[in-house]
C-alpha cells in the first residue's frame, strides 16, 4: 500500500468550501484512492473513490491530477455536521497483500459556526 | 445488500479477565475480515486481518488473539486482559478482489478494562 501524507488538522466555518489535500507519492499504477470519514465512536464509512482526474457524487468531489501523486477531497458548503476525521487510503484489492488495509492518522476537520 | 454486526456494544472488565468479542458479516461470501482498536481520540489500529476461514494474520503482537471459525465470523478474544486494552474496537470486512480499498465497519465496541 502507498504511504499518504494529510494535514493532521483543518479549520473551517459554515457555508464553507473545504479541501483537504492527501500527497502519496509513491501510488502503483494500479492503485485507487479512496476517502473515509469518521464520527466519534463510529467505524469511518466510505465517501469517495477515484483513480484519475475527477469524481463527483451527492457527498464530496475527488480531484486526482495527472501524474496521481496526490488528491484532493472537496466538500461544498460545509455544515457543523461534516466535523469528522477524514482519512485517504491508497491501494488496490486485487492482491493478497492488499488486503491488510492500514489507516493513517487522518486529518480532523472542525467546522464552527 | 450486505450487513455487519458485532456485539457486545460496551463492555467493562477487571483487569485480568477473558474477553470475546464477536462480529458476523452477512450478505457476501469469503469477505475479507479486519479487527481494528482506537484508543481515545487516537487513530485505528490494525489488529489482525484474515483472508479466510483459519487465516489469520496478527498485525501487532499483544495478548489478543483472534479466529475465523466460520466464512463470516470473526472473534477477538483475550485471556487476560491488561488496563492497555481499553477502546473501541472495530471489525469490519472488504471483497478480495475488488478494486480499490472499500472497507465496511461494523458499529463498535467500547471496552474499558478497569
Known amino acids: 500500500l502507498a504511504k499518504t501524507t494529510q494535514p493532521i488538522s483543518m479549520d473551517s466555518y459554515e457555508g464553507q468550501e473545504v479541501n483537504i489535500t492527501c500527497s502519496h507519492n509513491?501510488?502503483?499504477?494500479?492503485?485507487?484512492i479512496t476517502w473515509y470519514q469518521q464520527f466519534p465512536s463510529q467505524g469511518p464509512r466510505f465517501i469517495i473513490q477515484?483513480?484519475?482526474t475527477k469524481v463527483t457524487n451527492e457527498v464530496a468531489s475527488l480531484f486526482i491530477p495527472a501524474d496521481r501523486k496526490s488528491s484532493t477531497l472537496s466538500l461544498p458548503r460545509v455544515s457543523l455536521s461534516d466535523t469528522a476525521v477524514y482519512y485517504c487510503?491508497?491501494?488496490?484489492?486485487?492482491?493478497?497483500?492488499?488486503?491488510?488495509?492500514?489507516f493513517g492518522s487522518g486529518t480532523r476537520l472542525s467546522i464552527r459556526p | 445488500s450486505q450487513t455487519i454486526h458485532q456485539w457486545p456494544a460496551t463492555l467493562v472488565q477487571p483487569v485480568g479477565s477473558p474477553l470475546s468479542l464477536e462480529c458476523t458479516v452477512e450478505g457476501t461470501s469469503n469477505p475479507n475480515l479486519y479487527w481494528y482498536r482506537q484508543a481515545a481520540g487516537r487513530g485505528l489500529q490494525l489488529l489482525f486481518y484474515s483472508v479466510g476461514i483459519g487465516q489469520i494474520s496478527s498485525e501487532v503482537p499483544q495478548n489478543l488473539s483472534a479466529s475465523r471459525p466460520q466464512d463470516r465470523q470473526f472473534i477477538l478474544s483475550s485471556k487476560k486482559l491488561l488496563l492497555s486494552d481499553s477502546g473501541f474496537y472495530l471489525c469490519?470486512?472488504?471483497?478480495?478482489?475488488?478494486?480499490?480499498?472499500?472497507?465496511?465497519f461494523g458499529e463498535g465496541s467500547w471496552l474499558t478494562v478497569v
Open positions: 509513491n501510488i502503483a499504477t494500479n492503485d485507487y
Open positions: 477515484g483513480y484519475k
Open positions: 487510503l491508497v491501494g488496490d484489492g486485487l492482491y493478497s497483500s492488499a488486503s491488510k488495509i492500514i
Open positions: 469490519a470486512w472488504s471483497t478480495p478482489g475488488a478494486s480499490g480499498n472499500t472497507i465496511y
